[in-house]
């Protein structure tokens, strides 16, 4: 049986691949965001293969709808809940929403008829992250479920079709993040950068989806070894060493 670790780079192959770039202003304030996303990622991937359900099972996650989901709801938070949520994430300050024509992504809460959370919580979630907030009744479970459903669906294409099952009856707020990508990766014929990690004894292809987003594959010797020592600093180095230089 071969272990195969998949990692999907979600942020600008530029932006990782060229750290030493001095920035200005705002563009600093995105890297930082980045820079804490990225680590996130990788403290979020070790818990989750650590538990024990994980062991000897595949995982597939995707840590930027998880990071933008606690982001958000980071808004309505206080206190202790709330530096727990932004220690949590690493960063303090707003996230980076992007776009992309092959990419769809948001998040969106669907609140209670009864229950009436603050307007600038709405507010600050439309403005800073794109939220989309919606009023459905949490005593029609089915009804509300299917209309969560269907958001998705079509912000997805049809490819997330039931993204909630059974919904409590006393449920007064479900926050959602979905992504979507429309790539060819199930069918594709090229050559692709490969570079061997003598350090993690891990060979690593990239296979590229378009000019902003990439997928490494990586081989390992042995995969916990890979597990627990892999950062973003290791990912960085990859992509560097697989950048093919312009001449002229």
């Known amino acids: 049986c071969v272990s195969v670790m998949f990692l999907f780079l979600f942020c600008l192959y530029i932006s990782i691949a060229v750290q030493d770039t001095v920035l200005d202003g705002s563009t600093n304030s995105v890297s930082l965001v980045n820079e804490a996303n990225k680590e996130f ?19 597939f996650f995707s840590p930027a709808s998880v990071s933008a989901a606690l982001a958000a709801l980071s808004v309505g938070a206080q206190g202790e809940t709330h530096r727990q949520l932004f220690s949590g994430l690493g960063f303090n300050s707003s996230l980076l929403t992007q776009t992309d024509e092959d990419a769809s992504e948001g998040t969106a809460v669907f609140v209670d008829d009864e229950f009436k959370p603050k307007p600038e919580f709405l507010q600050t979630l439309k403005q ?22 269907k958001y998705v669906e079509e912000k997805t294409n049809g490819k997330i079709d039931k993204l909630v099952g059974n919904l409590d009856p006393k449920t007064v707020m479900c926050l959602i993040s979905y992504i979507y990508y429309k790539v060819d990766m199930m069918n594709m014929k090229d050559h692709f950068h490969i570079y061997h990690d003598h350090d993690l004894n891990t060979t690593v292809l990239q296979l590229p989806f378009n000019s902003s987003y990439s997928m490494l594959l990586m081989l390992p010797g042995v995969m916990a070894t890979l597990e627990n020592a892999i950062s973003p600093n290791h990912v960085t180095k990859w992509l560097k060493a697989m950048v093919i230089p312009r001449l002229g």
């Open 128 to 149: 800073s992250y794109f939220t989309d907030g919606f009023n459905v009744d949490f005593n029609k479970t089915t009804e509300s479920a299917d209309t969560i459903n």
């Open 41 to 59: 990622s990788f403290r979020l991937y070790r818990k989750l293969a650590a538990h024990a359900d994980s062991q000897g099972e595949n995982i």
